[in-house]
Nanobody, 125 residues
């Protein structure tokens, strides 16, 4: 069992640059792909960003390209999502996930084995 905890959400002004953080309290991230997804009210969970086990390969949703960056620190057991130029449509609950048993498509929600409870990002215009 892996427990993931997200933080860094809250009320942010449009154009702001919050950084989300996810850490695992029960297991090291080292060697496993990690991803960020989000879910807005009434919408399905959607892919935002992912990073492979080495940190060298990252993927971003089209909506995130040019604005968001994903990174990881294995010594700190953390994965980050730096969000810049936040837009009202970025408002959602943001979840981090880890692929441990099912490694594969970084963009596919079903490939992630464990999830955090999410952190709410609200954008004020």
């Amino acid at each position: 069992q892996v427990q993931l905890v997200e933080s860094g959400g809250g009320l942010v002004q449009a154009g702001g640059s919050p950084r989300l953080t996810c850490t695992a309290s029960t297991r090291s991230f080292s060697g496993y792909p990690l991803g960020w997804f989000r879910q807005a009210p009434g919408e399905a969970r959607e892919f935002v960003a992912a990073i492979d086990w080495s940190g060298l390969d990252t993927r971003l949703a089209d909506s995130a390209k040019g604005r968001f960056t994903i990174s990881r620190s294995d010594p700190k057991n953390m994965v980050y999502l730096q969000m810049n130029n936040l837009k009202p449509e970025d408002a959602a609950v943001y979840y981090c996930g880890v692929q441990i048993y099912n490694t594969g498509d970084l963009r596919s929600e079903r490939m992630y084995d464990y999830w955090g409870h999410g952190t709410q990002v609200t954008v004020s215009s």
